[in-house]
């Protein structure tokens, strides 16, 4: 604990409730060192429950930025050369202790993040997930190979992995967009140089504890805290930096693709979403209304993959309105560490954004079965609330929501459905809600969405490719895809003369 922290009581709360009290690191994490501990940080984390100081971690300048490099860099020969065994061993050991420190990894993160602490569990075993999958990965650099078409020679197809990787983070899944990059990154060899949000910093951080202690070599796995701009920036302009993969909003994304283009970067992009979710009269109405809360308020409405956009078939539209209402008004809010449904929202623009999608869609004709304000519980709560009628011209249709409000319109065609679906720049995922067979395979055919969920809202995992269409993204994470990302293809053919 640094002197910092020791005189603030939000943070000594926390400190109390971990059974591994190093784990709360306040540092950047350069080169196998702990930097700033000791120092009040320029970068201020606050609990968003009670909007109390939590800590701080230092601001890494451009220069530090770059040395981060520099140590990557230096351990990139030896890691990549690692056989693939050994570095799985290490990844496994990573796993290992991720999921001994559950507890307290999912206590850091409702700290920071302010999600309930049953999800902050579940997303720390989620990105565990990733570490253990890409352990075993790591030992199956599979490619196809070639019969040579060439007289008197043979041909081989190489996996190498591509040097340095630049890693960003956003704030509402601190942990598991961390690992499913930098899993996938180390596994195929890579050295990793990280940068997560200035807002929930910790859990990065403590993964850097757990991965020094598991044996990851000094420079192999860097954590660069900080102001973004000052931090990503030297890197997107770095040639030794081959990859640079982003996790957050669509609007950063297209910023760093340009970034990256002078040096031609690797760019792997995951980025918002707009999610529809559809029902047709033929579902199972009270499987499409449990499924819809969990689509709509898991991180308390902060997931790409959140649905956004509902429409209901007419004919069962009244009863699922009705049935949704009745659901959300049963939901609690409160402090993440009291476990309720929906905790805190991130930040006040999250907050005003709510308010904002909320009054356009009622001045164009919407109205508002539930919720529809800030919720008493504190300053960046907002209620859980239910928009029906909302016309297509409304914000709520065309821009990321990212909190607890659920937009509603009624359709009357398949055709007309998968149109406006499809009208929007995002393609992250689709839910659908039908029990017709053909209708499945018709309207998962027709969706312009990287994943299309069936009649449930789980879909993601280790083993499967995750990612959007559209300008949702670039690339893929998770399965053997989100290891090939970090990997170039070398082709050499040897003569036999
Ligand atoms: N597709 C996915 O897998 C996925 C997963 C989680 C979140 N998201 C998206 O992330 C967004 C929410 O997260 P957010 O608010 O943290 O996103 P954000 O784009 O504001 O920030 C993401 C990361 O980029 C950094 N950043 C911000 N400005 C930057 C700049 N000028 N240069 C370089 N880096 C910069 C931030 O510090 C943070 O680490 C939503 O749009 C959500 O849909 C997508
Ligand atoms: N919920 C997503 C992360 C997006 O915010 C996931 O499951 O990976």
């Not at 950047?28 to 100081?53: C, K, L, M, Q």
């Not at 999600?115 to 999958?133: H, N, Q, W």
């Not at 996790?247 to 918002?272: F, N, P």
């Not at 109205?367 to 239910?386: M, Q």
């Amino acid at each position: 604990m640094n002197s910092a922290q020791a005189s603030n009581p939000q943070s000594d709360d926390l400190i109390d409730r971990l059974a591994d009290r190093e784990l709360f690191c306040p540092a950047a994490y350069i080169d196998g060192e702990r930097i700033g501990e000791d120092v009040r940080g320029e970068i201020i984390v606050t609990d968003p429950a009670s909007g109390r100081f939590l800590g701080s971690v230092p601001g890494m300048d451009a220069a530090q930025s770059r040395r981060a490099v520099d140590a990557a860099q230096n351990a990139f020969a030896a890691w990549s050369g690692l056989l693939p065994q050994e570095r799985s061993a290490t990844l496994r050991r990573w796993f290992d202790l991720i999921m001994g420190a559950q507890e307290d990894l999912a206590q850091i993160m409702t700290a920071e993040q302010g999600k309930p602490i049953s999800e902050a569990r579940g997303e720390i075993a989620y990105a565990a997930s990733f570490v253990e999958f890409y352990a075993e990965e790591t030992k199956r650099p599979n490619i196809e190979s070639v019969t040579s078409h060439l007289p008197d020679a043979e041909v081989e197809i190489w996996r190498e992995p591509c040097g340095v990787a630049a890693l960003i983070t956003p704030w509402n899944f601190p942990a598991a967009m961390l690992t499913r990059k930098a899993a996938a990154a180390l596994a195929a060899g890579c050295t990793c140089v990280c940068h997560p949000s200035g807002e929930t910093p910790f859990s990065a951080t403590a993964l850097a504890i757990l991965a020094e202690r598991a044996g990851m070599p000094k420079g192999v796995f860097n954590i660069v805290t900080g102001k973004a701009r000052e931090i990503v920036a030297p890197w997107t302009e770095d040639p030794r930096v081959r990859v640079i993969s982003f996790t957050g909003s669509t609007e950063i994304g297209r910023l760093l693709i340009r970034q990256s283009a002078d040096t031609v970067k690797r760019v792997i992009m995951e980025l918002g979403g707009l999610a529809p979710f559809i029902v047709f009269a033929d579902a199972d109405l009270d499987q499409a209304v449990e499924e819809a809360i969990k689509a709509k308020f898991a991180t308390s409405g902060q997931d790409c993959l959140a649905a956004n956009r509902f429409f209901i078939e007419r004919s069962i539209y009244d009863r699922f309105c009705e049935k949704l209402a009745a659901a959300i008004m049963a939901l609690s809010v409160g402090p993440g560490i009291e476990d309720p449904d929906i905790g805190p929202l991130m930040n006040k623009e999250a907050v005003a954004k709510q308010a904002e999608h909320v009054a356009d869609a009622l001045a164009k004709g919407a109205k508002c079965l539930v919720g529809g304000k800030r919720h008493a519980a504190g300053d960046l709560f907002f209620e859980p609330t239910v928009l029906v009628d909302v016309p297509p011209d409304a914000l709520i249709m065309h821009e990321e929501t990212f909190g607890p409000v659920a937009a509603i319109a009624p359709f009357d065609d398949e055709a007309d459905v998968l149109a406006r679906a499809n009208d929007t720049e995002y393609g992250l995922v689709a839910y659908l809600h039908t029990n017709d067979p053909r209708r499945i395979y018709r309207a998962s055919r027709a969706l312009q969405y990287g994943m299309v969920a069936i009649n449930r809202t789980k879909v993601t995992g280790a083993p499967i490719p995750f990612g959007g269409m559209k300008q949702s993204g670039i690339g893929r994470e998770g399965a053997r895809l989100g290891m090939e990302a970090f990997t170039e293809v070398k082709y050499v053919c040897r003569d036999w003369h």
